[in-house]
């Protein structure tokens, strides 16, 4: 079995790229048995565009509004992603909604990570510090992390695994955003590695 091809993934990014590299690192150690082939970002000021860069991986910087239409935008995407011949997606601080024909292609295929224990504190806006905030403001005793698949909703596909951070007295938001950042590096690629060898159960 040693000659299968390793599934291919494109990491979508937003921000500083801190999930993508732990994802790159998890391929390099075995933990994520897959190549990270193509990391997409939503602006060409993110972090993770060099991490992408020292590891050798191709980059491409989507802007739908460069384009003559949404729809116009949304066939490229998908043409790119068959071209690279990519299986799955994951959302690794993607702050935008995936066209509607992406997802229906990769249904089952696309995960996203949220710094909260889903159902709460989810929905549009609620990404980042704006999730910390919340939970702090609601009293919550705990948070954690939430690996879902991707539907057409802001974060409402099916939930894949989850894991929980106490909420400590005296957290801020920074405080706790950096506890459950440690669980995300940890989760994400251990969840993606189980999607792919067939091991959830997929409504």
Known sequence: ??????????????????NLKAL??????????????????????AGGLQIAADNGIETFVYRPSKYESAEAAADDLLSKLRERKIDYIALAGYLKLLPENVVHEYSNRITNIHPALLPKHGGKGMYGHFVHEAVLADGDKESGVTIHLVNE???????????????????????????????????????????????????
């Open 1 to 18: 079995m040693e000659n299968t091809p390793r599934k291919k993934i494109a990491v979508f990014i937003s921000g500083g790229g801190s």
């Open 24 to 45: 790159i690192d998890a391929t390099k150690m075995r933990v994520l048995d897959a190549e990270i082939a193509w990391v997409v970002s939503s602006t060409k000021k």
């Open 153 to 203: 909703e802001y974060d409402e596909g099916q939930i894949l695994e989850q894991t929980r951070v106490d909420v400590m007295e005296g957290d801020t938001p920074d405080t706790l955003a950096a506890r459950v950042l440690k669980q995300e590096h940890k989760l994400y690629a251990r969840v993606l590695n189980k999607l792919i060898k067939g091991e959830y159960g997929l409504e």
